[in-house]
């Protein structure tokens, strides 16, 4: 137990150095003092109850997942059958939350019924199916979404749109958002240091849903003015600043054409033709020859392109456009093209996304938070440090020694892992500082008692280490678990305090047990006392 070979010494001491080095900016940061920009600066990121910051609460538009889900069944239906060839249909009607439509041979219904089934999955763990399949009337085809699919494909739904604000907020070079989600269908978003959210808000406001869709060259433009489509087709009016010669907007082909999820990046550029902002864009392998193939076919056609239900532009297709490769333009400045970009690159929401609330925190509270917890800290700190070294001379300096190294590795450690310091995370800061103390006070004592049994010195000291560590060791684990559970289920603040937890629980084990361990023998060894003044 008190055998420390010169390797292990230089192991603990190049732990110990290297997390009190990673604490030194984070030190300089609250001081207000210079750190040098030669020299890496790890730094411990504020929460927004420190930092202050905005905070958004957005609501999503669940219904948008019904339409949706029945938009992309009927065009599977549509693919289904006509890669078959054989079964013969007719129009597929939308209303009322389903899909139906008539097989025109009724010795063809259980074929037709053997195609659809493949096209509906499990809805979660229930034990149904995302859809509800019935013949009606002999030959008409209802196809019905479950409760249990439209739950599990809102819950879907939530989390791409939670994945998507992140990657979106991290594009804008935010530091350790906290985003999660409320209930079924709210997305909490908090952004420490972020005063004014009005780009953000702008940002996570806009889906991004991406379309290329066919112009329909026969429809009439009075009947398009009129807000009437022909069968098969959908009007979409022009986004503001548009170019379009139909106030009312474009009638399109509603099914088919290409969407922005097979986009791979986007890129802010400038049009060669006028220097004009625009948005480059880039499909992957499958997207790029479906678009190849949209316009090599349609080589003469107008094709709309669609951003969030509004046509940005309607070029004709003069040439085959290979290469993955395309350009979107409109009446973009170089902010709104860039915030664009992110958008598509980050990926379309799958449902729009509403602010309901807005807060803005300022800095004010937090600082005075900081303020005051530092003050109590020290001043607890100071008063435990007294107490213990009058109450255990040598053996109290050491563990004031490891008591003071324990705090700059907590700091160290949280800003080499750039973690964010939140109040929560200050309770549990203090409370690693109290069982670091605790671990001191259980091996003093422990050897105390030895040396009142009449052990030797060299006797007392380690057995007063290896007994006391066994409880130090049993009370921690039990604190890891906790912690970890805290981690695992909680959320935002819990969080922030199951991380300073751990990493103090790790760090006061370290400095009270092994680190006060090799000082105690490393003196041991050379002054060889007959005695303990403890």
């Known amino acids: 137990m008190l055998d420390f070979p010169r390797w292990k010494q230089l192991w603990f001491w190049f732990l110990t150095l290297a997390a009190c080095a990673c604490a030194l900016p984070s030190i300089f940061s609250l001081a207000n003092l210079p750190w040098p920009s030669a020299l890496p600066a790890p730094r411990i990121n504020l929460g927004l109850d420190l930092a202050g910051g905005s905070h958004l609460l957005l609501e999503a538009n669940a219904d948008q997942v019904v339409t949706q889900r029945l938009e992309s069944m009927e ?58 399949i019935k013949v009606v009337d002999t030959t008409r085809f209802v196809l019905t979404p479950t409760k249990e699919g439209i739950d599990q494909a809102v819950t879907n739904a939530m ?12 594009a804008l070079g935010t530091r350790e958002p906290t985003i999660i989600r409320q209930g079924a269908d709210r997305i909490v978003v908090q952004v420490p240091g972020l005063k004014d959210p009005t780009a953000l808000k702008s940002l996570l406001g806009q889906t991004a849903k991406l379309e290329f869709k066919l112009v329909d060259t026969t429809a009439l433009p009075d009947d398009v003015a009129r807000g009437i489509a022909p069968p098969g087709d ?28 097979s986009l791979t990046n986007a890129q802010q550029g400038f049009d060669q033709r006028n220097n004009q902002p625009d948005v480059s864009i880039t499909f992957n392998q499958e997207g790029g020859e479906k678009f190849a193939k949209l316009t090599t076919q349609n080589v003469g056609k107008p094709f709309a392109i669609i951003l969030d239900g509004k046509v940005l532009s309607a070029p004709n297709i003069n040439e085959p456009i290979l290469g993955g490769q395309a350009q979107i333009s409109g009446s973009f400045t170089v902010e ?26 300022g800095p004010d509270l937090g600082a005075d938070s900081i303020h005051k917890g530092v003050i109590a800290m020290l001043v607890g700190t100071m008063t435990v440090v007294v107490l213990i070294a009058v109450s255990y001379g ?3 300096i050491y563990a004031n020694l490891a008591l003071i190294i324990n705090v700059l590795m907590i700091l160290g450690i949280m800003a080499a892992f750039n973690t964010t310091l939140t109040m929560p995370g200050i309770a549990g800061f203090v409370l690693t500082i109290g069982a670091a103390v605790d671990a001191n006070v259980l091996i003093n004592e422990r050897i105390r008692e030895e040396r009142g ?35 695992l289920f909680g959320s935002g603040p819990i969080k922030g305090f199951a991380v300073v937890l751990m990493i103090g629980i790790v ?22 006392p007959s005695d303990l003044l403890i």
């Open 234 to 261: 959908e009007i979409v009016p022009f986004a503001t600043g548009a170019n379009g010669a139909t106030p009312a907007g474009l009638a399109v082909k509603r099914l088919g054409g290409i969407k922005g999820d």
């Open 336 to 361: 709104s093209a860039n915030q664009l970009a992110i958008a598509l690159r980050s990926g379309a929401l799958p449902v729009d996304l509403k602010v309901v609330e807005e807060r803005t925190v």
């Open 453 to 487: 049994k009449g052990r030797k010195v060299f006797q007392s000291v380690e057995m007063g280490y290896k007994e006391a560590s066994r409880t130090i060791f049993d009370a921690n684990i039990t604190h890891v678990i906790a912690a970890t559970l805290m981690f």
């Open 75 to 132: 065009e599977s239906v549509r693919a289904k059958l006509r890669q078959n060839g054989r079964i013969r249909i007719g129009d597929i009607s939308n209303r009322d939350g389903a899909l139906s439509f008539m097989v025109e041979d009724p010795t063809q219904v259980d074929a037709t019924r053997e195609l659809l089934v493949p096209l509906t999955n499990g809805a979660g763990l229930t034990g149904k199916r995302d859809w509800d």
């Open 394 to 396: 040598r053996f109290g």
């Open 507 to 528: 760090t006061s084990v370290f400095t009270a047990v092994f680190l006060t361990r090799m000082w105690v023998a490393l003196w041991l060894r050379r002054a060889r």
């Open 159 to 170: 989390d791409t749109a939670t994945e998507v604000v992140r990657k979106r907020i991290d």
